[in-house]
């Protein structure tokens, strides 16, 4: 007796249709306060530039003019030992420098400003560009 | 008028000899109607190899820039000129090109490639 009373209580307590909520006048106007509505504005992402971008990728000789008067600059690319060109792989330099480059190498060498079996010995102490390891 | 330029490696030789040489290299320029612009020296130095020319062989040389513009058909003659010359050991004439401009260089050839591939 006393269960199915305590269970009739429950289901009297409990409410059997949805509550709506009585919808007044001041409510209806703005379902969300003018505060609430500005705090959702600001939240909405700015658009900005990719702080993350990383920089362009550029070559050693990116904004270098070559010429073929200067010598030192293309004893660079050559091997010390035999004056061969260095390949795109050594070098590091991009497909349109790389043509510069050796089309200079050439052109310098027919003129008669740079060896074509050697490196001049002035220039072998020059800094390392290419990275080459030599056999020794 | 295009423009050129002539790189001349001279024989090693005493001042006003030089001078000598040079003086008339240039007045053949502008007996063929050429615009001198200007006359550079590359210094004095060590030829990179040996070069055998007019039945000797030399060791060092004077190295000489002019730049000049000249009408397409006085080339051939003035090449044919400076050979003869005694003088001139490698006389080499050629022709300058407009500069490329140097934005379309690496990293904006890289953006492009990029971009074009991102379609």
Known sequence: ?????????LLQA???KPVTPRATAQCIRSLTTSQQESLKKDDMPMKMENPYKSPLKTCILC?????????QLLSQFISPHTGRIYGRHITGLCG????EVSKAIKKARSMGFMSVTLKDPQFIKDPDICGIKHFE | MPRYELCVILKAMQRPETA???RRTVETLLERGAVVRSLESLGERRLPYKISKHDSRHTHGGYFSVDFHASPKIVSELLDHLE???DVLRPTLLKKDPELSQTHCCGAQAE???SAASR
């Open chain 2, 112 to 114: 492009e490639a990029k």
């Open chain 1, 63 to 71: 904004n270098v003019t070559v010429d073929f008067k200067n010598v």
């Open chain 1, 1 to 9: 007796m006393f269960a199915l009373s305590l269970s009739r209580l």
């Open chain 1, 96 to 99: 349109r420098k790389q043509k």
């Open chain 2, 20 to 22: 000598a040489v040079l």
């Open chain 1, 14 to 16: 409990l409410p059997k």
């Open chain 2, 84 to 86: 003869r010359d005694i």
